[in-house]
């Protein structure tokens, strides 16, 4: 048997490669192409066949994906770590301050020959595709909310009354107008007609002459500066939202079209949708991989932390806020959503409240409770309805 740790960056790998007894066999580095995975093959099967091979790497990111995949495709098990277990078992075993690649890697093949985790789990398309899909989305909505931000702080300047004429500046009407007329200047020097005609294209003839007629009678007397500059900012600022809102539709279309294909129970739960739905699945990948519902929580770092010294043992922990951070956010927008939308949470959300419980801790608790319903759907891939009986509120 030999052991194989490989510390991951970005352009290249260091790797280390032990036999029986931590016998150091060989260690070099390999760049991040096919040429360098395949000469790690080589220096594998000098010592031993892939069945007889143990490989680890540290959970970092996307750097190793492409190097994992293709391992898995050659009949090598893969074990990943948690980068913060080897940051302390590292520190637990040496007093020195040294730190390089190589001796990253020297450790994880040594970890692993002590440790033998179990390898993880084959990760099917449709999960990696989700994950990819979701974290896109994600990062996009991010994107959009804070053009959104920047576009109302301009606004708040150029035409700061604008908002009193629409229940909602970022509606198809309001963007059609200000991409025509960034200003007040600008809108109060338009034609009645004009922008009537905008305003009903863009609101499917629900808006028209009487519209057009408050925006300009506002515009006339708004206290807001004119600027060229500022103007341009806006139309940045407009484009932006406009690209990232169509974006985001795709990523929706995409991800729905998948969780058609996978018909999860996990949507049957009411106030999980497909999307949040989704990126719970994409994070969590296969439950089976996790012994109980504790194991869940601890990777999505909902887990509470707790310190007894002597004769101190605390009544409760904080949450530790390790693990997944992605799957710990959709859990607990999951709970906020399932207060609403779940008689059963909306039960004992009002129970906990009643108890004078803040807000956020009780999300937090709904949001454990969610990891074992979840972990019992998810396993026995039974629909919500089954386990938990609507109640009516």
């Not at 450790?107 to 033998?116: I, T, V, W």
Request: glycine share 6%.
């Amino acid at each position: 048997m030999i052991y194989v740790g490989i510390d991951i960056a970005s352009e290249k790998h260091d790797c280390c490669i032990l036999g029986e007894h931590n016998k150091k066999l060989e260690s070099f580095s390999f760049s991040n192409t096919r040429d360098g995975f395949i000469s790690l093959l080589a220096a594998c099967k000098k010592y031993a066949e892939p069945e007889q091979t143990k490989i680890g790497l540290e959970s970092t990111g996307i750097y190793g994906d492409n190097l994992r995949d293709f391992l898995r495709r050659n009949g090598y098990e893969i074990r990943t770590f948690n980068p913060l277990l080897i940051k302390k078992s590292m520190q637990a075993t040496t007093l020195r301050k040294t730190k390089t690649d190589k001796s990253d890697a020297s450790f994880l093949a040594s970890y692993l020959a002590r440790e033998l985790p179990d390898p993880d789990p084959q990760i099917s398309y449709h999960i990696s595709e989700l994950k990819s899909l979701t974290r896109a989305r994600f990062s996009v909505v991010g994107a959009c909310s804070k053009a959104k931000t920047q576009l109302k702080a301009l606004l708040v300047q150029v035409f700061p009354e604008f908002h009193t004429a629409f229940s909602d500046v970022f509606g198809v009407a309001a963007i059609a107008i200000l991409r025509k007329y960034p200003t007040a200047k600008k809108l109060s020097a338009a034609k009645k007609t004009a922008v009537a005609k905008i305003l009903s294209e863009a609101s499917r003839h629900r808006l028209g002459e009487e519209k057009a007629a408050m925006l300009i009678d506002l515009a006339k007397n708004s206290v807001g500066c004119h600027s060229e500059t500022k103007a341009l900012e806006m139309q940045y600022y407009l484009d932006q939202i406009e690209l990232n809102t169509a974006y985001i539709r795709r990523y929706e279309a995409a991800i729905r079209e998948i969780m058609n294909e996978i018909d999860s129970p996990i949507t049957t739960i009411p106030g999980i949708g497909l999307v949040l739905g989704a990126m719970i699945l994409a994070e969590l990948g296969d439950v089976t991989r996790f012994a109980t519902p504790e194991k869940v929580l601890a990777f999505a770092g909902l887990d509470p932390s707790i310190y007894q010294s002597g004769k101190y043992t605390p009544a409760s922990g904080t949450m530790v806020k390790r693990g997944s951070p992605q799957l710990r956010w959709a859990l607990l927008m999951a709970a906020r959503s399932t207060i609403v939308h779940n008689p059963n949470i909306a039960i004992y959300y009002q129970k906990k409240l009643s108890e004078g419980k803040h807000y956020n801790v009780i999300c937090s608790h709904i949001a454990k409770k969610l990891v074992r319903i979840l972990y019992s759907l998810l396993k026995k891939n039974t629909p919500y309805s089954l386990f938990y009986p609507q109640i009516s509120a």
